[in-house]
């Protein structure tokens, strides 16, 4: 069973930043293509960032030039550096790791961008 455990949430006020982390209980984390959503009050699941399992990187045009994801295979994680928060950005963020055949994901982490 893989199990996705995402951390780093929090309240930050508008104009900072947050890193969410989500580590991957698997031994083939390297074949996983990671994405992040996020899925705001009354607003359907967002896909906000992927990265493949061969590093290739895309982004949600609302985040692109301040969200930066990145993976690291040996310590099966895949993160989420969060820049120039907005309170729109406000929202649960979910991670996941597919492959063509499944989709596994976290319970997820809070997001909250207020002053």
């Known amino acids: 069973q893989v199990q996705l455990v995402e951390s780093g949430g929090g309240l930050v006020q508008p104009g900072g930043s947050l890193r969410l982390s989500c580590v991957v209980s698997?031994?083939?984390?390297?074949?996983?293509?990671m994405d992040w959503y996020r899925q705001a009050p009354g607003k359907q699941r967002e896909l906000v960032a992927a990265?493949?399992?061969?590093?290739?990187?895309n982004y949600a045009d609302s985040v692109k030039g301040r969200f930066t994801i990145a993976r690291d295979n040996a310590k099966k994680t895949v993160s989420l550096q969060m820049n120039s928060l907005k309170p729109e950005d406000t929202a649960v963020y979910y991670c996941?790791?597919?492959?063509?055949?499944?989709?596994?994901w976290g319970q997820g982490t809070q997001v909250t961008v207020s002053s």
């Open positions: 996941s790791a597919a492959t063509k055949a499944t989709k596994y």
């Open positions: 698997t031994n083939i984390f390297s074949f996983f293509n």
């Open positions: 990265i493949t399992s061969g590093g290739s990187t």
